[in-house]
């Protein structure tokens, strides 16, 4: 199961992951940096309402998350991150 937020309500949780219909990871080596939903089944990476967060690692540790962000899957490297 992949918790949204903080959210810990596992009936609320299964509602979210059947509402995603597209999902993207980018990892660089074993750490997650961007992860992506979108409702669209087979979203084009191109569209601007793709959900997307960017991990920041200290070592294999996530240190920070930030999002999430709305954009394209392709400029997700662009968004407005702090």
Known sequence: ?????HLHDARLQSELDTYW?????????????????H????????DGKWIIWKYTHTGN???????PAVGSWTNRDSLLWE
């Open 1 to 5: 199961m992949t918790l949204v937020g």
């Open 39 to 46: 409702i669209t089944l087979n979203a084009d990476e191109d």
């Open 61 to 67: 540790n996530i240190t920070r998350i930030q999002g």
């Open 21 to 37: 219909k597209d999902k993207r990871f980018e990892y660089s080596g074993t750490n997650i940096i961007y992860r992506g939903y």
